[in-house]
């Protein structure tokens, strides 16, 4: 079969690392196995074979017999090697055409003439598989059992010269990486050796001659003491004897050396023992000890220099400093004389190892230079670089020593902060890159290498930006932020680039410049950051806010839709309600119409709630700023729900702070309806109880007053552990409340989101058993002025000989009109869509309109668009006023864009449609 199990995305990678290591996929080792396949297609007697190799995505032809030589790459997933490579043994096809899977396959089938296919897998030592060795032929074949075997040993040696191409490699590299290494020694100006237990060199480089004058062939084999001068051998060998008895492995030590011509070199050697041999490195200091000797003459006349000098005698006591010293250190010659300087010139933080060392070093007559934390005579820390120098008698004892002392301290601070900058930007994850002034990079740290894949060696003398840069990337933005730097101007970008694998990644660039002492741009240094997961956390914000907008509007959308669709029928139940209780119904029928109308208004109830809350949710819901009589609004609030409250045997009374003044600015309607939730919910849970209205004046100023609201209730109370959630949508306190009492659990959520827009909180005090209390605090502005309010009771016969055009395509409501405004004495005309209420309009005179906004064809904004545009001051005055199921957010501005005058919610209310009607009627028949 050809189908075999695909690997897992896990071993596949690992095939491909497999494949990789052998580095064969571009040129090369086609010579080698050109007759391996040869060989292959003699044996099969066949005219084409090539070896493939299976890549990610391509198969790659090698060593081709037969086949046009552009054919190079295959794509992989219509190959057979794809699938042959995973066979246990040869996979061989004797006549594709009777294959019935072969037989479709593209690569053989579209006029290629392919017949016969064997496949030897290509699978190196761990099993992983490589690709195959392929023979072709136009005619059908049988290979024979020796030729298949033969096929399959051919096979073996096509990887076997892969596993040797890769084992030269890794050799060619070992053996570089070994010359790197010992070019490393030889050519360097220090004397590198290895020396056995005995001091034999086994190994010099070729600094001997350079510094020594001798050949490397005249050292080898040679005992370093031959080349020692003779009266350093007895110290050396000492201080080295000592050395190794403390179980010391390295040391540091000065000693000369003669050369060729006889003439002595002093060298400073680092010496190491490991193994039975001894590493050693050795640096020409002979013009240093020059300068020490020189430096011992100058001393004596140091007495103007800048830097300190100081003389000890033999005993390391000090008998002379100079001026400079003092200066340096605070310490004068009295503080100092007859004492160790060390001594005095240590603190707390001084490594007294040092001094110690210095000490046995002058004992030993050797001269040193140590940098030492020590301290001043006001104990202020100070850095010092300490040049000794020892004088020697005529018998070869110490006699004098001469240091030369200079302040290092600014030298160390800035020493010390370089390496912390240079620890940091090596070690820190941030990329950091350094560039010259004209922004050609001049190192960068490891994290920068791994950041963008490519190495110091690749990035020098590079624009980082033009390197990394692609068709997306903003090189506007690259161009600007790059002229800011030639101003010496700091800047922060983030940009859009590519890694050296192709990988697209986002990065913000610091970069700051350097400038030199004469002002200068001398350099800059980048922070880089890799910001591409914050980018994709961006984007991935903006198409979830995208989203949710969506979602809300549909939401908003669906909900207006439902608004109308439920609003129409209930139109019809509660319009025909109110006029067959006003029809003079039989006592019989009285409570039946009563419970209709109250059933048909608590659905409405509900509907406004959810509506109510969605316009809060989508912030779609203002606060009206309006003046009105606070105390006339609560009077009002519990006169309509003393009934209800009678009904369940409470008192409802209203407690009232006379200081609040008589008028105040705000919303009357939402304020009304917390209020009425609040105190429903009371009336609701409470049975022969009290319930109170409390409203008190907190506190009074110039422009504003706060005023206290709070609303008690006896009743069944609230759990404590079910007061956190109660103001939560379609909540209840607890599970039966709903089935028990009514209710959708969103008036409280209602009234705590219409107290945030009066920026307030809503606080609660409850008991359970024993009632509770909801109370807030709001923020009213008062009312300047106080305009007298007289509300004119409306008379219906007031309208009589007024003509009337009811819009509206749906006939119930146009019954109900009918029947209400037919009472009334008014004159009413009726249109089913928009098109018949232009022609009506044109043909008659009418004092005012309801437009109803849903129709068929024209709806009600277009048609009294088309109103207002006639020419005319009746065609720009007659009032228009819309009939409305839905609430969208936006039909308010609607309204006053297409000319309306107002607008009445359905289901119709008897008394809102008289107000209307007295509103723009009322002047003219008072007059």
């Known amino acids: 079969m050809l189908k075999v199990d695909a690997l897992s995305a896990e071993q596949e990678e690992l095939r491909l690392s497999a494949l990789y290591s052998y580095d064969i996929l571009a040129n090369g080792l086609e010579s080698e196995l050109d007759n391996l396949t040869k060989l292959a297609a003699q044996i099969a007697n066949v005219p084409m074979a090539y070896i493939s190799f299976v890549d990610r995505e391509t198969v790659i032809l090698k060593a081709k017999v037969g086949i046009d030589h552009t054919y190079t790459t295959l794509p992989r997933k219509v190959t057979v090697c794809e699938h042959a490579m995973f066979h246990p043994g ?40 490589l690709g195959c060795l392929v023979l072709l032929d136009r005619e059908p074949r049988v290979l024979s059992a020796h030729q298949i075997e033969a096929l399959a040993t051919l096979a073996v040696q096509v990887v076997a010269q892969l596993a040797l191409k890769r084992k030269n490699s890794q050799l060619e590299a070992q053996t570089k990486r070994f010359d790197e290494f010992v070019d490393i020694f030889t050519v360097s100006p220090e004397i590198h050796c290895i020396l056995d237990r005995n001091g034999d060199v086994l190994f010099i480089n070729n600094a001997v001659t350079s510094m020594l004058q001798y050949e490397v062939n005249e050292v080898i084999g040679k005992s370093m003491w031959d080349y020692c001068y003779h009266e ?56 240093r000890k020059k300068v020490e000797q020189e430096l011992t003459k100058l001393s004596f006349v140091a007495s103007k220099v800048n830097n300190g000098v100081v003389i000890n005698d033999a005993h390391n006591h000090v008998t002379w400093v100079n001026e400079a010293f003092t200066k340096i250190t605070g310490f004068t010659l009295n503080d100092l004389k007859g004492k160790p300087l060390g001594d005095l010139i240590s603190g707390p933080d001084t490594d007294w190892s040092l001094i110690e060392n210095a000490r046995g070093l002058t004992q030993q007559k050797q001269s040193f230079t140590v940098d030492l934390l020590a301290y001043r005579k006001d104990k202020k820390p100070i850095w010092l670089s300490i040049y000794n120098t020892v004088v020697l008698d005529k018998e070869g004892k110490v006699e004098t020593e001469v240091e030369i002392i200079i302040d290092i301290t600014e030298k160390k601070k800035a020493e010390e902060e370089l390496q912390i900058l240079s620890l940091v930007a090596s070690k820190t994850n941030t990329g950091v890159s350094i560039t010259n002034a004209k922004g050609e990079i001049t190192w960068v740290n490891e994290a920068l290498e791994d950041l963008v894949g490519y190495s110091l060696d690749e990035l020098s003398g590079k624009l980082l930006g033009d390197l990394l840069s692609t068709k997306q990337t903003d ?36 970069n700051t410049p350097v400038l030199n002492s004469q002002g200068q741009l001398e350099r800059q240094v980048e922070l880089i950051y890799d910001i591409t997961q914050r980018k994709q956390v961006e984007q991935e914000m903006l198409e979830a806010r995208e989203q949710a907008l969506q979602l809300s509007e549909a939401k908003e959308m669906f909900l207006s839709v439902m608004s109308h669709e439920i609003r129409t029928p209930l139109n019809a139940i509660i319009g025909m309600t109110h006029l067959l209780l006003d029809n003079q119904p039989k006592p019989s029928q009285i409570d039946d119409l009563n419970i209709l109308k109250f059933s048909g208004e608590n659905l409405l109830n509900i509907i406004n709630d959810i509506l109510d809350f969605t316009k809060i949710e989508t912030g779609n819901l203002h606060l009206e700023t309006i003046p009105f009589d606070l105390h006339t609004l609560c009077v009002d609030i519990i006169n309509s729900l003393q009934v209800n409250a009678g ?24 304020l009304y309806q917390i209020l ?252």
């Not at 006549?95 to 290629?112: C, I």
């Not at 600007?480 to 970008?493: E, G, M, P, S, V």
């Open 647 to 670: 009904k369940k045997g409470n008192v409802l009374i209203l407690i009232y702070d006379d200081q609040v003044p008589e008028q105040i600015l705000g919303d009357k309607t939402r």
């Open 475 to 510: 090189k506007r933005l690259i161009e600007n932020a790059r002229k800011l730097a030639l101003k010496k101007q700091a800047y922060t970008i983030e940009v859009l680039a590519q890694k050296r694998d192709g990988t697209s990644i986002w990065l913000a660039v610091a």
């Open 90 to 129: 040869v996979f061989v096809v004797p006549d594709v055409e009777a294959d019935p899977e072969l037989a479709s396959n593209s690569m053989l089938s579209q006029g290629k003439g392919i017949r016969f296919y064997a496949g030897a897998p290509l699978k190196d030592a761990d099993g992983f598989a």
């Open 232 to 287: 350093d051998v007895e110290k050396t060998v000492y201080v080295i004897e000592k050395g190794l008895k403390n179980k010391d492995k390295q040391f540091s030590i000065d000693f000369r050396l003669v050369d060729k011509r006889g003439d002595i070199r002093w060298l400073s050697w680092g010496m190491v023992a490991k193994d039975n041999r001894w590493y050693c490195y050795g640096r020409d200091i002979t013009e």
């Open 676 to 927: 009425i939730n609040l105190l429903g919910n009371a009336i609701k849970f409470t049975d022969k109880g009290r319930i109170e209205l409390s409203v008190k004046l907190k506190r009074n100023v110039a422009q504003e007053v706060e005023i206290y609201f709070e609303v008690r209730d006896n009743g069944i109370g609230i759990p404590k552990d079910k007061q956190s959630y109660i103001f939560e949508t379609f909540t209840q306190a607890r599970t039966d409340i709903s089935r028990k009492y009514g209710g959708t659990g969103l008036g409280l959520a209602i009234t705590k989101k219409l107290l945030k827009l009066y920026r307030s909180e809503i606080e609660i005090e409850s008991t359970e058993g024993k009632g509770t209390v909801f109370s807030f605090v709001i923020k009213f502005a008062k009312q300047s002025i106080i305009l007298p309010v007289a509300e004119q009771p409306i008379v219906p016969n007031l309208f009589t000989d007024k003509k009337i055009l009811v819009v509206d395509d749906n006939e119930v409501n146009i019954l109900i009109a009918k029947r209400f405004l037919s009472k009334w004495g008014l004159d009413i005309d009726f249109a089913a869509n928009g098109e018949e209420a232009i022609n009506k309009v044109v043909g008659n005179t009418y004092d005012l309109i309801f437009m109803d906004i849903r129709m068929p064809g024209i709806d009600g904004f277009d048609t009294t668009k088309i109103i207002r545009e006639i020419p005319g001051n009746y065609y720009a005055n007659v009032p228009i006023i819309a009939l409305t199921a839905s609430t969208l957010h936006n039909e308010n501005m609607k309204f006053k864009e297409s000319g309306m005058n107002g607008h009445i919610l359905k289901p119709f209310n008897p008394e809102e449609i008289k107000g209307v009607l007295a509103k723009f009627f009322g002047a003219e028949v008072e007059g």
